[in-house]
């Protein structure tokens, strides 16, 4: 952090860029030394989970959290006790402290010790084994003469997004509940489109209060990251291009379909479509693109269903709910650390058992007949909504295309699914005899 911060210095950078100081910070302490070294802004996540409740026991990505703060389980959830005002609590504390040490230096605010290593100083043990580390290049202030050193841009400086002009123009909606289509034009440098229109249909209507496709947006063209994060029930997004990363990142309920244009000549299941990281801590809703996803699709995902027509590495990592579908080829480690949810996963090559990462997961063909209605039906409205030609290739062959889909589940929710996966034994028996 501190190289980092004397490198912009004498380049003459450091006033356009903001530094932040993260990792184990916990005390007042902590964040005034941070803003000694260079930082301007202060990760404090740890300490934070753990005035909420978190005890460390590291198994957030088990679905076995005793505490209830990182898990699906509502038994287990119904133990979580922590409050927003136990948050507000611990920070209201943490500026205290940095106040008084701030107050007996003689400053008056952070931004006055941000990058003023002079005063700090290492502290010697009078140990040799614990004094042969020298902190001097750290502690060294580069002389940057009349510059000043910190950051000096406007901390409001990402500009409005889409969702302002959707906002003015969905007026109808918030005035009287009117149904409504809006369409735009989009390109990469707007991100996070539809969060915000998201917030206020949540402060309006609620989470579920509108019916799916109440407010349908229409895009053309290629959207930044963050498309459709957090939208909730009631809002659709249809994109007529493609996606960058952390597409439908906390999905909480709308829906978002990304296919090509009609006019494209590109074959849909074999170019990308949407970038990595897609639904990443999604809890509900529905997602479909006519195309291959990146790397780490349907991360921690916990209730979403999505339909792609393949993905890269780490599919369904540390998935914990929902049902994820891919018509198509996956790369390596898919369904690492899944602990809860399904997917399934079209095998036309039969490479798929090479590239699963079976260490808390099962696969099996699709043998119940309700679990194939379950698919089936996703497919289907993923080429309704997409117009794909893989899935109605699929649909259209589905006696002999049914037998090479792969049901992945984790083997811990094998005797907690609503219905099983297996057919019962006896019938098993029966059918080979």
Same mark, same amino acid.
């Given at each position: =952090?501190?190289?980092?911060?004397?490198v912009?210095?004498?380049? +003459?950078?450091?006033?356009?860029?903001?530094?932040r100081?993260?990792?184990?910070?916990? /005390?007042?302490?902590?964040?005034?030394?941070?803003?000694?070294?260079g930082?301007?802004?202060?990760?404090?996540g740890?300490?934070?989970l753990?005035?909420?409740g &978190?005890?460390?026991?590291?198994?957030?990505?088990?679905?076995? &959290?005793?505490?209830?703060?990182?898990?699906?389980? %509502?038994?287990?959830?119904?133990?979580?006790?922590? *409050?927003?005002?136990?948050?507000?609590?611990l920070?209201?504390?943490?500026?205290?402290?940095?106040?008084e040490?701030?107050?007996?230096?003689g400053?008056?605010?952070?931004?006055?010790?941000?990058?003023? *290593?002079?005063?700090?100083?290492?502290?010697?043990?009078?140990?040799?084994y614990?004094?042969?580390?020298?902190?001097?290049?750290?502690?060294?202030?580069?002389?940057?003469?009349?510059?000043?050193? +910190?950051? /000096?841009?406007?901390?409001?400086?990402?500009?409005?997004?889409?969702?302002?002009?959707?906002?003015?123009?969905a007026?109808?909606l918030?005035?009287?509940?009117?149904?409504?289509?809006?369409?735009y034009?989009?390109?990469n440098?707007?991100?996070?489109?539809?969060a915000?229109?998201?917030?206020?249909? /949540?402060?309006?209507?609620?989470?579920?209060?509108l019916?799916?496709?109440?407010?349908?947006?229409?895009?053309?063209?290629?959207?930044? %990251?963050?498309l459709?994060?957090?939208?909730? %029930?009631?809002?659709?997004?249809?994109?007529?291009?493609?996606?960058?990363?952390y597409?439908?990142?906390?999905?909480?309920?709308?829906?978002?379909?990304? !296919?090509?244009?009609?006019?494209s000549?590109?074959?849909?299941?074999?170019?990308?479509?949407?970038?990595?990281?897609? =639904?990443?801590?999604?809890?509900?809703?529905?997602?479909?693109a006519?195309?291959?996803?990146?790397?780490?699709? &349907?991360?921690?995902?916990?209730?979403?269903?999505?339909?792609?027509?393949?993905?890269?590495?780490?599919?369904?990592?540390y998935?914990t709910?929902? /049902?994820?579908?891919? =018509?198509?080829p996956?790369?390596?480690?898919?369904?690492?650390g899944? *602990?809860?949810?399904?997917?399934?996963?079209y095998?036309?090559?039969?490479?798929?058992?090479?590239?699963?990462?079976?260490?808390?997961?099962?696969? %099996?063909?699709?043998?119940?007949?309700?679990?194939?209605?379950?698919?089936?039906?996703?497919?289907?409205?993923?080429?309704?909504?997409?117009?794909?030609?893989?899935?109605?290739?699929?649909l259209?062959?589905?006696?002999?295309?049914?037998? !090479?889909?792969?049901?992945?589940?984790?083997?811990?929710?094998l005797?907690?699914?609503?219905?099983p996966?297996?057919?019962?034994?006896?019938?098993?028996?029966?059918?080979?005899?």
């Amino acid at each position: =952090l501190s190289e980092v911060h004397q490198v912009l210095t004498l380049n +003459r950078l450091r006033h356009r860029v903001r530094l932040r100081a993260d990792g184990g910070i916990k /005390t007042g302490r902590d964040i005034v030394i941070g803003a000694m070294l260079g930082a301007e802004e202060y990760g404090i996540g740890t300490t934070s989970l753990i005035a909420m409740g &978190c005890i460390l026991v590291r198994q957030c990505h088990s679905n076995t &959290c005793p505490v209830g703060v990182c898990t699906q389980d %509502q038994r287990l959830r119904d133990k979580f006790v922590g *409050t927003p005002e136990k948050v507000v609590n611990l920070f209201t504390f943490l500026a205290e402290e940095v106040r008084e040490i701030l107050a007996d230096l003689g400053m008056r605010t952070l931004d006055e010790v941000v990058g003023r *290593t002079d005063l700090l100083h290492q502290v010697s043990r009078g140990n040799p084994y614990l004094d042969d580390l020298d902190l001097n290049p750290i502690l060294v202030r580069a002389d940057a003469g009349d510059y000043i050193a +910190r950051c /000096t841009v406007d901390r409001n400086i990402v500009p409005e997004t889409l969702d302002a002009q959707m906002i003015e123009d969905a007026e109808p909606l918030f005035r009287d509940g009117e149904k409504m289509q809006l369409a735009y034009n989009i390109r990469n440098t707007q991100r996070a489109i539809g969060a915000k229109i998201s917030s206020k249909i /949540t402060r309006q209507f609620g989470m579920s209060s509108l019916q799916p496709g109440h407010l349908a947006l229409r895009l053309r063209g290629s959207a930044g %990251q963050s498309l459709g994060a957090f939208a909730v %029930q009631g809002l659709r997004i249809e994109v007529l291009g493609d996606a960058n990363d952390y597409c439908g990142k906390g999905l909480s309920g709308g829906t978002i379909v990304v !296919r090509p244009p009609t006019s494209s000549p590109i074959v849909a299941s074999e170019n990308t479509i949407v970038g990595n990281v897609v =639904l990443y801590g999604a809890t509900a809703g529905k997602f479909f693109a006519a195309g291959l996803a990146g790397d780490r699709f &349907c991360v921690r995902n916990s209730g979403a269903a999505a339909v792609v027509e393949g993905c890269g590495s780490n599919g369904c990592e540390y998935m914990t709910g929902g /049902t994820a579908v891919i =018509l198509g080829p996956v790369e390596d480690n898919f369904g690492a650390g899944m *602990t809860g949810g399904m997917a399934f996963v079209y095998d036309r090559d039969d490479t798929f058992r090479k590239r699963v990462n079976g260490d808390s997961i099962t696969i %099996q063909r699709v043998e119940v007949d309700y679990w194939d209605e379950v698919l089936r039906e996703l497919i289907e409205e993923h080429t309704a909504a997409t117009n794909s030609a893989q899935g109605r290739h699929i649909l259209d062959n589905w006696d002999r295309c049914q037998p !090479r889909f792969w049901q992945i589940v984790p083997r811990d929710m094998l005797d907690k699914l609503p219905h099983p996966v297996r057919q019962p034994e006896a019938e098993v028996v029966g059918a080979a005899e």
